[in-house]
C-alpha cells in the first residue's frame, strides 16, 4: 500500500498569505484544531492515509503541516508566527529575510536568492527526510513580484537536479494590465516562464483580473459582499488547489 506524501512550499507574499488560507482549509477537511490536534469528539477518527498526504505526526500526537513557508519580506511571515494558527506550524520552516525583493526577479534568482537557496534546501531535504517517499510537490507562488518569479523559479531548478522524478506541480498568480501594483509585473512573469518551463510538470495559472471580474459579476447583487476582500479571494483560489488535491488523499501517486 503507497500512501501519498506530498510537500507544499509557499514563497512570497501571495504564496504566503494563500498559505494561511489553504491549511485552515485542510485543517477544516481533516478536521484538525488550530493547535495541531485532532477534533475526535465530533467523530474524526485517524487515517494515515488521509493526514499523512500532507501533515506529518508529531509523538505528541499533534499533526504539522509539511510545508515551507519563505519570504524576502520579514512582516509577512511575522504575520504567520503571530496569527490564529501559530501553533499549527512548524517554526523552523518559517523562513524570511531581512528585506523584500523589490519586485525584482534578478533580485530574487540571482543576488539575494543565492544567499538564502541553501538554507531553504536544507529545509526541503528536511522535509523528504521526514517521510518515506514524496510523491508530489506543489509551490504557491505569484510570478509578478520578486520572490515568486525569481526565487521561485531557482528553487524550482535546484529541486529538479536533486529529485528530478518527483511531480512538480507550479500554482501561480499572473499580473493583468489593469491590477498590476507594478511597471515590472510583466516583464517578472516572463523571466519566471522561461526560467521554470522546463522544471515544472503542471502549471495551475490564475490571473488577478479574470478572477475579480467573475467575483464582482456573480455578487454583486449579493448584499453580503460587495467587492471581494483577499482573504475572500483567497478562499475561492484554493477551491482550486483543493480538486487537484482530492486525488492525492486516495491510495496512491499524485
Not at 510545508?67 to 503571530?82: E, K, L, Y
Not at 534578478?106 to 531535504?125: P, Q
Not at 529529485?163 to 498568480?173: D, F, L
Not at 479574470?210 to 467587492?227: P, T, V
Request: glycine letters at 8%.
Amino acid at each position: 500500500m503507497t500512501i501519498s506524501e506530498n510537500l507544499v512550499v509557499h514563497l512570497g507574499q501571495a504564496g504566503c498569505q494563500s498559505g494561511l488560507a489553504c491549511w485552515e482549509l485542510f485543517c477544516l477537511e481533516h478536521g484538525i484544531y488550530p493547535d495541531g490536534t485532532l477534533a475526535t469528539e465530533f467523530g474524526h477518527t485517524r487515517k494515515v492515509s488521509e493526514t499523512g498526504v500532507f501533515f506529518n505526526e508529531t509523538a505528541r500526537c499533534k499533526y504539522v503541516p509539511r510545508a515551507i513557508f519563505f519570504d524576502f519580506d520579514v512582516d509577512v511571515i511575522n504575520d504567520i508566527r503571530t496569527g490564529s494558527y501559530r501553533q499549527l506550524y512548524n517554526l523552523d520552516m518559517l523562513v524570511s529575510g531581512k528585506e523584500d525583493a523589490a519586485n525584482n526577479f534578478a533580485r530574487g534568482f540571482f543576488t539575494m536568492g543565492r544567499e538564502f537557496i541553501d538554507c531553504i534546501m536544507d529545509k526541503f531535504r528536511h522535509e523528504v527526510e521526514s517521510v518515506d517517499h514524496l510523491t508530489g510537490l506543489m509551490v504557491l507562488r505569484s510570478v509578478c513580484g520578486g520572490t515568486g518569479s525569481g526565487f521561485g523559479s531557482l528553487l524550482l531548478q535546484k529541486v529538479y537536479q536533486d529529485h528530478p522524478k518527483v511531480p512538480k506541480v507550479s500554482i501561480e498568480v499572473n499580473p493583468s494590465p489593469r491590477l498590476s501594483t507594478a511597471a515590472v509585473e510583466p516583464y517578472n512573469c516572463v523571466l519566471a516562464c522561461h526560467a521554470s518551463m522546463d522544471y515544472s510538470d503542471v502549471d495551475v495559472i490564475y490571473e488577478n483580473e479574470c478572477c475579480y471580474s467573475m467575483f464582482i459579476r456573480h455578487l454583486e447583487n449579493s448584499k453580503q459582499i460587495w467587492f471581494p476582500t483577499p482573504g475572500f479571494t483567497f478562499h475561492w483560489f484554493l477551491m482550486g488547489l483543493y480538486s487537484l488535491t482530492r486525488g492525492s488523499i486516495m491510495i496512491g501517486t499524485l
